[in-house]
């Protein structure tokens, strides 16, 4: 592990902390994200409300951040592999834990919630989902998203998971009533369903449960 990851992390650990002004110079630097609307979006000025926060982070410590979009398993890869020192916005696992550099500070908390179709539920879903062991237990037919966080827990638990490739495909399984519930942030789950299916399909889906999804991490290369 070379000194700029590690002395990377600890400024993160340190910004957080305490209250420092920005730092004389910007050292331009590039790391890698991959789209998640409206948190992190190439359409919008800003880049997104994570983009701005780690932009915002980095700027304190000196650098100057470009902000690169790439499909998420590149970026995960290229920081892996060295070719970008950082990227974001990742859900703490082991196996991340053991191939990158995890500050000690997270980005931020997320909670997901379950979509579901409201003619299919009419009364809502009443059973308890503030957790992945329940939702498996539950016995809902749940669609989830290949490599996404909760996969692994799920199947362990024995849950009627249904894989998909993206939340567009999701969406689109839900509405014609093959599965039950998909979860996923709600203020993303609400916009994507309004971008993939449109803006009338909004009121046609509710939400239950409550899952605390884990914290976000920027993660660096330890080849930098």
Known sequence: MRRWAR?????MWVLWATSFTVLAGETPLTIATGAWPPFLDESRADKGALSKQVSDIFLKMGYRVEIQFLPWKRAYLLTKSGELPASFAWFWTEK???????????LRSFRY??????????EGINQPLTNLDEVAGSRLKTIGIVGYW???ALEAAGASLHKVGNSEQAYKLLLIGRND???ENMEVGFWEIEQYLGAEAV????????????????MFSPAH
């Not at 002395?7 to 400024?11: D, E, K, L, P």
């Not at 509710?206 to 920027?218: H, N």
């Open 7 to 11: 002395q990377a992390c600890f400024q």
């Open 203 to 218: 009121s046609q889906f509710g939400t239950a449960g409550d899952i605390p999804a884990g914290e976000l991490y920027v």
């Open 150 to 152: 909760y996969i692994d």
């Open 96 to 106: 991340r834990a053991g191939e990158l550099l995890v500050p000690n500070v997270s």
């Open 113 to 122: 919630t379950a979509f579901y179709r409201k003619d299919r539920f009419p």
């Open 181 to 183: 519930i998909y979860l």
